[in-house]
């Protein structure tokens, strides 16, 4: 027999002798995290597409998306490595496929985990199980909580595992999978896991560590729900506690500022109010209210559960209620008086029933957001007048409330609260503004359309139609009227000039501020194009305006204010060139042009985005914060994309799938932003992520806001 022939036949007997010996299958050796590379961090898109025509390439490579696990061997359990993960934030989802289809003959799964310190973080191991009867895919979950320190065993039986959605059975398995992100969880980025030792079992172990259940919830939202473990937690909220300056340049795919720049807030990030003395409050989801104390320690308050809810079922009958609450349609502001007392308003409906159950709410404080009383509202579609600058006469009443009767073209209202000897609110009927109108809603930018001066509200609004001698693609009329407060009756209105280039465009809404002087700014919106600006001639007047002057190119959805030196700001989403949705600043120093556009928020890709952005002023010290979701409520995305970003929420996938069909069927995404042929769909999700963004120096310089810009600080709030 030949040398070489004889050798291998050796190699075979060996490998043949070793492998009845007990040696481990290649399926075993991935599942013991002993393979380099069996292991990924990233969807399988090389196996669909050639790594050059990734959307990723362009600033990753793709073996960097895939390798947020490495073979460690600092900390192993068995054979020669463990695995370590480690930034969730940037590496959410952990997955292998190289494992045996067929589990029907085991009853359990055990696996090893290191952990250098309990950060508690919930983390789902996913076994997926597809099954031919879903056009999504199916998994047995199992969550747990990362609350140890060293080395832990998890001995699972399948019988702890939760069907997700309908798994074909242990029988039919295709991989498994550790999700981070999985139903809108944020995970920590100071947890270190060392996995090792995962492999089926066939005796039956009594469960080691019971699955940490889902959450479960009374009502049905839009933002993701609060998670009160967050507050005033122990690590950095940047990087060695460094700031964070913007711009903000997103990466793919769907990497922002958490897996970015390690942001980590000990508050949940939310819009920005201030009471007059200038204590900020934040809320979140339109009934999360927090604060801090001078210690910087936060205090969460939910309102849903003591004051919301109970009037939803026992005044307003719900079955099943619906809370509307990423900022579209909801005002996410918080209001104050004088007197110290705090105003919010709810949009809620019944989701048991149908639109015509949708309902507006005035909640109402008078002893420093302890105990709320509830008014019901003549329309779900409210807005107050807010805080801009140097409207302080807003403070000497409870707030104008402004109120749209349904969707664009619509009939607008105006009403102001009456507060009574007791301190209660008698609501007046409803002024009418204006009919065939853009509503009052509260979408993005947050545009104030109101400003108080003395016993006058002066207004700003738009309608939806072509005015004679105008063509459709003049744009849409904006105007300015005053209302007078003693008499309830309106001047007549004053055209202002006309928002971007089609007159039926219901984006194209106006913003209102003041200056120290009294001089009233408007800027008109328009939908990808330029904003208009004016001003009045005279303090405190509409009967004469400046000229409208275009501004920037590309913006969309712009709000107005105005600090004590009179500059003004304003933040579009900011899609020129290039069709990029960035977030940009534009500022306007007294007597002095618009500035050109500063991009604070940068997407990783073109094509749709929506933050719902809302620019907010520091009433004292004329700090201004921007708070969005840096994760879309909308997207649009080519096939590469779509993958990665199930891959990150796979929770999401049904509603992907359920959203854009063709004779029953889904209609998927082709190819990528870089090939032919490609085509992207277009879909709805939760929006995710929400961020503060502040700046301390008019302007010049934007960073990530953390607990220092939002303690109840005394030389802020002048209390000594």
């Keep these: 027999m030949p040398r070489r022939t004889a050798f291998i036949v050796l190699l075979v007997c060996c490998a043949w002798c070793g492998r009845a010996a007990g040696q481990a299958t290649p399926e075993q050796a991935a599942m013991d995290f002993e393979v380099e590379g069996a292991w990924r961090t990233a969807p399988d898109l090389l196996e669909e597409f050639d790594e050059a025509d990734l959307w990723s390439t362009r600033t990753i490579p793709f073996k960097d998306l895939a390798g947020g696990l490495t073979l460690s061997t600092e900390h192993v359990k068995s054979g020669r490595f463990a695995g370590k993960w480690s930034d969730h934030p940037r590496y959410p989802t952990l997955h292998t496929r190289r494992v045996p289809r067929d589990w029907g003959s085991f009853s359990a799964l055990r696996f090893w985990a290191y952990s250098q310190e309990p950060t508690h973080e919930k983390i789902t191991l996913a076994v997926e199980s597809d099954s031919p009867e879903t056009a999504w895919k199916d998994y047995f979950l199992y969550t747990f909580v990362v609350d140890w320190t060293g080395w832990k065993e998890f001995a699972v039986p399948f019988t702890d595992f939760t069907a997700y959605e309908k798994p074909a059975g242990w029988p039919q398995v295709g991989a498994v999978c550790f999700f981070a992100k999985i139903f809108d969880r944020q995970p920590n980025p100071y947890t270190v896991l060392y996995l090792d030792g995962l492999k089926l079992d066939s005796s039956a172990p009594t469960s080691t560590v019971p699955s940490s259940p889902v959450a479960q919830t009374t009502h049905t939202s839009q933002a993701p729900e609060f998670d009160p473990g967050i507050l005033n937690h122990p690590y950095p909220e940047t990087p060695g506690g460094q700031p964070v300056y913007a711009p903000i340049r997103y990466q793919p795919y769907f990497k922002a500022e958490r897996a970015l720049h390690g942001y980590f807030p000990r508050f949940q ?43 939803a079922r026992e005044t307003l009958k719900f079955e099943a209620l619906h809370v509307a609450n990423m900022g579209a349609g909801n005002d996410a502001s918080i209001r104050f008086d004088k007197d110290g007392d705090a105003y919010m308003l709810c949009y809620v409906s019944d989701a048991a029933k149908d639109w015509r159950s949708r309902t507006g709410l005035l909640l109402h404080s008078r002893d420093g957001l302890k105990t709320w009383s509830v008014y019901r509202l003549a329309h779900y579609m409210a807005r107050f007048e807010k805080f801009v600058g140097h409207n302080h006469d807003c403070l000497s009443r409870p707030p104008v409330i402004l109120q749209s009767q349904y969707f664009a073209p619509t009939t607008n209202f105006i009403t102001i609260p009456e507060k009574q000897a007791d301190g209660t609110l008698v609501i007046p009927p409803l002024t009418k503004v204006a009919e065939e109108a853009i509503p009052f809603i509260p979408h993005s930018g947050e545009a104030n359309n109101a400003v108080t001066h003395g016993d006058k509200v002066f207004l700003v609004f738009a309608q939806l139609r072509v005015l004679p001698g105008r063509r459709q693609e003049d744009g849409v009329p904006n105007y300015a009227m005053a209302f007078d407060l003693k008499t309830r009756t309106f001047s007549d209105p004053a055209l202002l000039g006309f928002g971007g280039i089609n007159a039926k465009d219901d984006h194209n809404w106006p913003s209102l501020a003041a200056d120290g002087k009294g001089i009233l700014h408007v800027v008109i919106n328009g939908h990808h194009n330029p904003f208009m600006y004016t001003h009045s001639t005279r303090p405190w007047s509409i009967a004469e305006w400046t000229p409208p002057v275009a501004v920037a190119k590309g913006t969309s959805y712009c709000g107005l204010v105005c600090d004590k030196n009179d500059t003004l700001y304003a933040v579009s989403r900011d899609s020129d060139p290039g069709y990029y949705f960035r977030l940009s600043l534009h500022r306007k120093k007294a007597g002095q042009p618009w500035e050109e556009p500063k991009h604070l928020v940068v997407p990783f890709k073109p094509y749709y985005a929506i933050y719902y952005h809302k620019l907010t002023i520091d009433p004292v010290t004329d700090r201004l914060f921007l708070s969005y979701w840096s994760q879309s409520a909308s997207e649009c995305l080519f096939k590469d994309e779509y993958l990665a970003y199930l891959y990150t929420w796979p929770d999401r996938e049904k509603s992907f799938k359920t959203q854009n069909t063709e004779d029953g069927q889904a209609r998927l995404p082709l190819g990528t932003y870089r090939v032919q042929p490609r085509k992207y769909q277009f879909y709805s999700a939760p929006p995710s992520e929400m961020t503060t963004l502040v700046s301390d120096d008019r302007g010049e310089r934007w960073r990530l806001a953390v607990t220092d810009d939002f303690r109840d600080a005394p030389q802020r709030t002048g209390r000594r």
């Excluded at 939310?270 to 003395?277: E, I, M, T």
């Excluded at 809320?283 to 210690?295: A, T, V």
């Design 269 to 311: 990030p939310g819009v920005v109010s201030f009471c007059p003395q200038g204590k900020p409050y934040l809320q979140y989801g339109s009934y999360i209210l927090e604060s801090c104390d001078e210690r910087g320690h936060w205090t969460g308050r939910n309102l849903l559960k003591d004051v919301i809810e109970p009037y």
